[in-house]
T-cell receptor, first 113, second 115 residues
Framework: RKEVEQDPGPFNVPEGATVAFNCTYSNSASQSFFWYRQDCRKEPKLLMSVYSSGNEDGRFTAQLNRASQYISLLIRDSKLSDSATYLCVVNRIMNTGFQKLVFGTGTRLLVSP | DARVTQTPRHKVTEMGQEVTMRCQPILGHNTVFWYRQTMMQGLELLAYFRNRAPLDDSGMPKDRFSAEMPDATLATLKIQPSEPRDSAVYFC?????????????FGPGTRLTVL
């Protein structure tokens, strides 16, 4: 089982639709959570951090459920420019005490006119 | 606009050849990461440096891969000898870490094809 699991999609939605992605993680010690966005043939870029209380940034809302080890991303009023792959990311605490990020393989979103 | 830079952007080589990829992290960042991305495996961490010291290279095949930071402005990833299964996009990322992990800024990647 992968440490971070996501539905690869693709999710095909029309402009203006609301779409939600889910992600599960296996390491209960993880403390930091993120969503990154990766456009085709480009590098990943941070979309937003995910806080325990949930957080919103414009049309994007992220939620964390620690008990179920589950993270979600909700996109409202989808735009064509939202078409991308969305990577769920959690941190792993190493034996050394340092931390590193573990990336899911991503969920692909296609928004059509 | 500070960015991570990587060279070369594309590399096609034959099996058995040495490949060297270079990365210039954002000035002032104290952590540097090398990742490999394939369709099947997604992003995998190969090596991780903090203040130029290697912290974790457990994701890297030691027999053929090596990663170094000769100075704060340059990180290198070498593959010798290269194999077709090494074909992937290799990303360098840098960030600032204060005990935990902060945002990582990725370079544009080196797209490697080994024939």
């Amino acid at each position: 089982r992968k440490e971070v699991e996501q539905d690869p999609g693709p999710f095909n939605v029309p402009e203006g639709a609301t779409v939600a992605f889910n992600c599960t993680y296996s390491n209960s010690a993880s403390q930091s959570f993120f969503w990154y966005r990766q456009d085709c043939r480009k590098e990943p870029k941070l979309l937003m951090s995910v806080y325990s209380s949930g957080n919103e940034d414009g049309r994007f809302t992220a939620q964390l459920n620690r008990a179920s080890q589950y993270i979600s991303l909700l996109i409202r009023d989808s735009k064509l420019s939202d078409s991308a792959t969305y990577l769920c990311v959690v941190n792993r605490i190493m034996n050394t005490g340092f931390q590193k990020l573990v990336f899911g393989t991503g969920t692909r979103l296609l928004v059509s006119p | 606009d500070a960015r991570v830079t990587q060279t070369p952007r594309h590399k096609v080589t034959e099996m058995g050849q040495e490949v060297t990829m270079r990365c210039q992290p954002i000035l002032g960042h104290n952590t540097v990461f090398w990742y490999r991305q394939t369709m099947m495996q997604g992003l995998e961490l190969l090596a991780y440096f903090r203040n130029r010291a290697p912290l974790d290279d457990s994701g890297m095949p030691k027999d053929r891969f090596s990663a170094e930071m000769p100075d704060a402005t340059l990180a290198t990833l070498k593959i010798q000898p290269s194999e077709p299964r090494d074909s992937a996009v290799y990303f360098c990322a840098s960030g600032l870490a204060y005990g935990g992990e902060d945002e990582q800024f990725f370079g544009p990647g080196t797209r490697l094809t080994v024939l």
